[in-house]
C-alpha cells in the first residue's frame, strides 16, 4: 500500500514539475519569441504575411521538432536558413553573381540551459490536429547515393536545399542535420502537401508516388550533422 501511495505521489511530482516547466516555457515565447514566429495558427494566411515574417512559424513545433535537438540549438543557434526566413532581403551583388549579405541577417538569441530545456518542453507541445498522420513515415532505409541523386537531379531540391556544407541551394533552410532536426512523419507530411502547413510558401508541391516519398524521407532522416565532420 505504501509502494502505491509513493509511486502516485512521485508521479504526481513529476507531472507537476513538467507542467511548470512547460508554463514557464510557454511564457518565455510569448514575452520573447512571438514578435518573430509564430506560435498560434495565424488568422492571417495572406502571402504578404508570408513576406514580412521575421522567422518561421512554431505553431506546429511539436510535430516538426526533435526535442533533444531543440534544447541543444536554443543555447547555441546555428544558421538553419543562409539566406534568411526571405532571401530577397539578404542577396546583394558580388563579383560573381548574387550572395548572401551576412551583415543583412540577425544572429538569434542564445538562452540559458534551464530557458532553453523549458522552451524547448513548450514547443513540443504544440501539436495541432489535422496537419499529419502519425506513422505515415516508413524509415525504410535507402541507398545514401540513390537518395542523394533523386534529392538533387531527378527532383531538384538541391536548387535550394543543402545536404552538405557549402554545397546546395541557399534559399531554404539546410537539411544535411535533418535527421537531428526534424520528425519523420513531419517530412513526409510536408513533402506531400507544403501548403497544407503554411499556404502560399514556395517550395512546390511535387505530387511523387508513395514510394518516391518514402524514399526521400528516408534519406533527409538519414542525415545527420556527425556526418559533416567525418566527411561523409
Not at 27 to 49: F, G, M, V, W, Y
Request: charged letters at 20%; proline letters at 7%; aromatic letters at 12%.
Amino acid at each position: 500500500m505504501k509502494i502505491g501511495y509513493f509511486y502516485f505521489l512521485s508521479l504526481f511530482f513529476y507531472l507537476a514539475i513538467n507542467w511548470l516547466v512547460a508554463d514557464d516555457g510557454m511564457q518565455i515565447l510569448q514575452t520573447q519569441c512571438s514578435s518573430c514566429h509564430a506560435i498560434t495558427k495565424p488568422t492571417d494566411n495572406s502571402l504578404e504575411r508570408l513576406w514580412t515574417r521575421k522567422g518561421p512559424d512554431l505553431y506546429y513545433a511539436g510535430l516538426k521538432f526533435q526535442k533533444e535537438w531543440l534544447v541543444k540549438w536554443l543555447q547555441q543557434p546555428t544558421v538553419i536558413r543562409p539566406a534568411g526566413e526571405f532571401y530577397f532581403k539578404h542577396i546583394k551583388k558580388g563579383p560573381n553573381g548574387d550572395e548572401i549579405d551576412v551583415s543583412s541577417l540577425s544572429p538569434h538569441p542564445k538562452l540559458s540551459p534551464n530557458e532553453a530545456e523549458s522552451v524547448a518542453n513548450a514547443l513540443m507541445s504544440l501539436k495541432p490536429e489535422g496537419l499529419i498522420i502519425p506513422g505515415k513515415f516508413k524509415n525504410e532505409p535507402v541507398n545514401p547515393s540513390i537518395g542523394a541523386m533523386f534529392f538533387g537531379k531527378l527532383r531538384g531540391c538541391s536548387a535550394c536545399h543543402a545536404t552538405k556544407e557549402g554545397g546546395g541551394g541557399l534559399s531554404g533552410p539546410e537539411l544535411y542535420d535533418a535527421g537531428d532536426r526534424l520528425q519523420g512523419d513531419f517530412i513526409y507530411s510536408f513533402i506531400e502537401d507544403p501548403q497544407k502547413f503554411e499556404p502560399h510558401i514556395w517550395m512546390p508541391k511535387l505530387e511523387l508516388a508513395e514510394a518516391d516519398l518514402q524514399r526521400l524521407s528516408s534519406y533527409l532522416m538519414s542525415l545527420h550533422r556527425s556526418q559533416q565532420k567525418e566527411g561523409k
